[in-house]
């Protein structure tokens, strides 16, 4: 009776982070709504994209069946992540200007495709029992997914030098903080230590996150003001300009003493 209830109440949560994690895969779309718009990436980092690609691929690895049974719900959400970094990126590569950061991109993108193609053929084929294949993509697992949550560093960086959010989409922070919560509480019941120790270690992160949006937020709005400002006061200056070079380009001046 206790275990049935514990293996309901495993899989609700377990539900609930799924929904959770689909809003954090699909959280940067304002930021690439804003991308196609501009058509350029602007500052936009391309780090934790490439994180969270080969971070899903790799769970999908470890939830199959023949590596981890009775984890459905982990192979679903992540294979869902899978496919919709493959979209962000996809979009970043042809938004980005700069020829040699968009070369190392879709390196990376294909070193992450290989890694995980031979950690799926080599866990297959040399290691025999569902324990140990579980225990050494788990091991991997980890490691990835602490990338996934620390590649906002850089963000967090920027945002410390800069003083302005602008560039941390605050969906992003707090989704991650949500599902970092909903996945550790999942890896509980029962305990499951690949899951809880990257998801616990990745709400600290995204806790960090928020805090520093907090921090920042009143000055971002004044820098974008600022911005703003500036924009149409050069905007004034050209019009002005423009007017003076439809005019001959000279503003005629009175001479002093000089006749009538």
């Known amino acids: 009776m206790v275990s049935h209830l514990l293996n309901t109440i495993r899989n609700a949560v377990g539900i609930t982070g799924n929904v959770i994690a689909l809003f954090l895969f699909l959280s940067p779309v304002p930021t690439f709504i804003r991308i196609w718009k501009k058509g350029s990436v602007e500052q936009f980092s391309p780090i934790p994209y490439l994180a969270t690609l080969i971070n899903c691929m790799l769970w999908v690895i470890y939830?199959?069946?023949?590596?981890?049974p009775n984890s459905t719900l982990v192979v679903t959400i992540n294979g869902a992540g899978t496919a919709i970094e493959v979209v962000f990126l996809t979009l970043f590569l042809v938004f980005c200007h700069d020829k040699k950061k968009r070369l190392v991109v879709l390196l990376i993108v294909v070193v992450e495709l290989v890694i995980a193609a031979a950690i799926a053929?080599?866990?297959l084929t040399q290691v025999y029992t569902t324990q140990r294949r579980s225990m050494i993509v788990g091991i991997i697992a980890?490691?990835?997914?602490?990338?996934?949550?620390?590649?906002?560093?850089?963000?967090?960086?920027?945002?410390?030098?800069?003083?302005?959010?602008?560039?941390?989409?605050?969906?992003?922070?707090?989704?991650?903080?949500l599902n970092g919560v909903a996945w550790t509480t999942y890896a509980?019941?029962?305990?499951?230590?690949?899951?809880?120790?990257?998801?616990?270690?990745?709400?600290?992160?995204?806790?960090?996150?928020?805090?520093?949006?907090?921090?920042?937020?009143?000055?971002?709005?004044?820098?974008?003001?600022?911005?703003?400002?500036?924009?149409?006061?050069?905007?004034?200056?050209?019009?002005?300009?423009?007017v003076a070079v439809a005019n001959g380009g000279v503003v005629p001046k009175k001479t002093a003493g000089a006749a009538p």
């Open 63 to 68: 939830g199959l069946p023949m590596v981890h």
């Open 121 to 123: 053929t080599v866990i």
């Open 142 to 177: 980890i490691l990835f997914n602490i990338m996934m949550y620390a590649a906002p560093l850089s963000v967090m960086k920027l945002v410390i030098t800069t003083k302005s959010v602008e560039y941390m989409p605050f969906s992003l922070s707090l989704a991650s903080f």
């Open 188 to 242: 509980f019941l029962p305990f499951d230590p690949f899951i809880a120790v990257p998801n616990g270690v990745g709400t600290m992160f995204s806790l960090a996150q928020l805090l520093l949006y907090g921090t920042y937020y009143k000055s971002t709005k004044r820098i974008i003001a600022a911005r703003k400002e500036s924009k149409m006061e050069s905007e004034m200056h050209l019009s002005l300009s423009e």
